[in-house]
């Protein structure tokens, strides 16, 4: 499986020169499964440079949205394969009782918003809700799960050739609660992340940050190192950069990420901020053989 | 490798918003097993969930024996928060729960489901104390 990291900002997209280096696109991950299956996490604005670099492959192709905010979905009706007639895209995304993924997306996908309609999309496309139940994707089984953020919001496991990814980029999993005194299956998306070879979370705020905004829907840096420590994912990336975060920002936040990583008993090295058009390899384990009868 | 299941995230965020409540509060998984009380929940039980742990359905009526008016037990089935996930309706009562340490307290109990678009994740009942609490003796 490989990951690439097409949008690592938050909120909204942040270009310009203080941005350069971690990326002003907001959220969306490529991942390229062992069969070639191609899923994109996730919608926002990186996904138009996804688009531009798959070119004319594959013919279909999967769009995983955590949520239905803005910076998760901006880059929908700038994703080239959508405007190519023999693609197939299939959008996953949660279920909300209020409206199904196919109207909720047409808001944003519609006028005054949009110079085009979901029904004009050239593109084969088509909406589902994901399934309370893993489901598989190419050679990739896939699982969901509502997670603590504003509004219906998923979290992903992707499981494939004995590697795992979980995507998680939006999360407060500490709103009034105390990561250290609760027990595993009280964490908001600790069923996804747990022994994943690669976690890819939120880490929209530094600690002091926080306090102004509780309740918005990400984690401070305390969350985030503890969150990855639960997990115990082989590798942690933390995602979805503030806005206002400049690259001497993050580079200040990195250093102390680290820092605190170690403490808290993490492997050093194992745990980054994302960088835009970063890359991750996850090897292929082969299924261990059974023990002698 | 240690699998985990996460418990529903309207539990969770029912758990969360509990524990920061000063008014006693249950909370009860789809399956009507007691998952959390918090502190005022424990002070007025005379014991802290951490202590108990989670209580089986047909188990957590006995913690507090309720009984009604009259004095007489009240059935497991007719608990509100019982009726509440059963029903997929609010539920409400009068009735006196005993503590551990046999003060028994009047209370009102207000109950409701915790419906989610997939379905029916438990329920939440809170208690809102309405007359002296007393030491004791069964009132039936």
């Given at each position: 499986?490989?990951?690439?990291?097409?949008?690592?900002?938050?909120?909204?997209?942040?270009?310009?020169?203080?941005?350069?280096?971690?990326g002003?696109?907001?959220?969306?991950?490529?991942?390229?499964?062992?069969?070639?299956?191609?899923?994109?996490?996730?919608?926002?604005?990186?996904?138009?440079c996804?688009?531009?670099?798959?070119?004319?492959?594959?013919?279909?192709?999967?769009?995983?949205?955590t949520?239905?905010?803005?910076d998760h979905?901006?880059?929908?009706?700038?994703?080239?394969?959508a405007?190519?007639?023999?693609?197939?895209?299939?959008i996953?995304?949660?279920?909300?009782?209020?409206?199904?993924?196919?109207?909720r997306?047409?808001?944003?996908?519609?006028?005054?918003?949009?110079p085009?309609?979901v029904?004009?999309?050239?593109?084969?496309?088509?909406?589902?809700?994901?399934?309370?139940?893993?489901?598989?994707?190419g050679?990739?089984?896939?699982?969901?799960?509502?997670?603590?953020?504003?509004g219906?919001?998923?979290?992903?496991?992707?499981?494939?050739?004995?590697?795992?990814l979980?995507y998680?980029?939006?999360?407060?999993?500490?709103?009034?609660?105390?990561l250290?005194?609760?027990?595993?299956?009280?964490?908001?998306?600790?069923?996804?992340?747990?022994?994943?070879?690669?976690?890819?979370?939120?880490?929209?705020?530094?600690?002091?940050?926080?306090?102004?905004?509780?309740?918005?829907?990400?984690?401070?840096?305390?969350?985030?190192?503890?969150?990855?420590r639960?997990?115990?994912?082989?590798?942690?990336?933390?995602?979805?950069?503030?806005?206002?975060?400049?690259?001497?920002?993050?580079?200040?936040?990195?250093?102390?990420?680290?820092?605190?990583?170690?403490?808290?008993?993490?492997?050093?090295?194992?745990?980054?901020?994302?960088?835009?058009?970063?890359?991750f390899?996850?090897?292929?384990?082969?299924p261990?053989?059974a023990?002698?009868? | 490798?240690?699998?985990?299941?996460?418990k529903?995230?309207?539990?969770?965020?029912?758990?969360?918003?509990?524990s920061?409540l000063?008014?006693p509060?249950?909370?009860?998984?789809?399956?009507?097993?007691?998952?959390?009380?918090?502190?005022?929940?424990?002070?007025?039980?005379?014991?802290?969930?951490?202590?108990?742990?989670?209580v089986?359905?047909?188990?957590?009526?006995?913690?507090?024996?309720?009984?009604?008016?009259?004095?007489?037990?009240i059935?497991?089935?007719?608990?509100?928060?019982?009726?509440?996930?059963?029903?997929?309706?609010?539920?409400?009562?009068?009735?006196?729960?005993?503590?551990?340490?046999?003060?028994?307290?009047?209370?009102?109990?207000?109950?409701f489901?915790?419906?989610?678009?997939?379905?029916?994740?438990?329920?939440?009942?809170?208690?809102?104390?309405?007359?002296a609490?007393?030491?004791?003796?069964n009132?039936?």
């Amino acid at each position: 499986m490989k990951v690439k990291l097409w949008g690592t900002r938050g909120s909204i997209p942040s270009p310009g020169p203080e941005t350069i280096r971690y990326g002003g696109n907001t959220s969306c991950v490529g991942v390229t499964l062992s069969d070639g299956s191609v899923l994109a996490l996730d919608a926002g604005t990186g996904i138009r440079c996804l688009g531009l670099a798959l070119g004319d492959q594959p013919a279909r192709l999967h769009i995983l949205l955590t949520h239905l905010h803005l910076d998760h979905i901006q880059g929908l009706v700038f994703f080239a394969p959508a405007f190519r007639p023999q693609t197939e895209i299939v959008i996953w995304g949660p279920a909300s009782p209020e409206a199904s993924l196919r109207d909720r997306i047409a808001r944003y996908i519609s006028a005054p918003l949009s110079p085009v309609e979901v029904r004009e999309l050239p593109c084969d496309v088509s909406f589902r809700h994901c399934p309370e139940t893993e489901w598989e994707i190419g050679s990739a089984r896939v699982r969901a799960a509502s997670v603590a953020h504003r509004g219906p919001t998923l979290g992903y496991r992707i499981d494939d050739g004995g590697s795992s990814l979980a995507y998680i980029p939006d999360h407060e999993p500490a709103l009034g609660a105390d990561l250290d005194q609760l027990e595993d299956d009280w964490i908001s998306g600790l069923g996804l992340a747990r022994d994943a070879s690669l976690l890819i979370h939120d880490g929209q705020y530094a600690d002091s940050e926080y306090p102004g905004h509780v309740g918005w829907g990400h984690s401070a840096l305390s969350h985030s190192l503890a969150f990855a420590r639960r997990a115990e994912a082989e590798r942690s990336v933390l995602f979805h950069h503030d806005p206002m975060h400049s690259d001497d920002f993050l580079d200040g936040l990195a250093v102390e990420a680290r820092e605190r990583w170690q403490a808290l008993g993490g492997e050093p090295g194992s745990l980054e901020l994302g960088v835009e058009r970063s890359e991750f390899e996850l090897p292929a384990y082969a299924p261990r053989a059974a023990a002698p009868a | 490798m240690s699998f985990v299941t996460q418990k529903p995230l309207e539990l969770i965020l029912a758990r969360n918003l509990m524990s920061a409540l000063s008014t006693p509060a249950f909370l009860v998984d789809e399956g009507g097993v007691l998952v959390f009380y918090n502190e005022a929940a424990g002070m007025m039980l005379g014991k802290r969930f951490e202590e108990l742990g989670t209580v089986e359905a047909d188990e957590w009526g006995q913690l507090f024996g309720p009984f009604d008016e009259g004095g007489e037990p009240i059935p497991y089935d007719d608990l509100p928060l019982v009726a509440a996930v059963r029903d997929g309706r609010p539920a409400h009562s009068e009735l006196e729960i005993h503590s551990a340490d046999g003060t028994s307290h009047q209370v009102e109990v207000s109950a409701f489901p915790i419906l989610t678009a997939h379905g029916s994740q438990g329920g939440i009942a809170i208690f809102w104390p309405t007359g002296a609490s007393g030491n004791g003796a069964n009132p039936a």
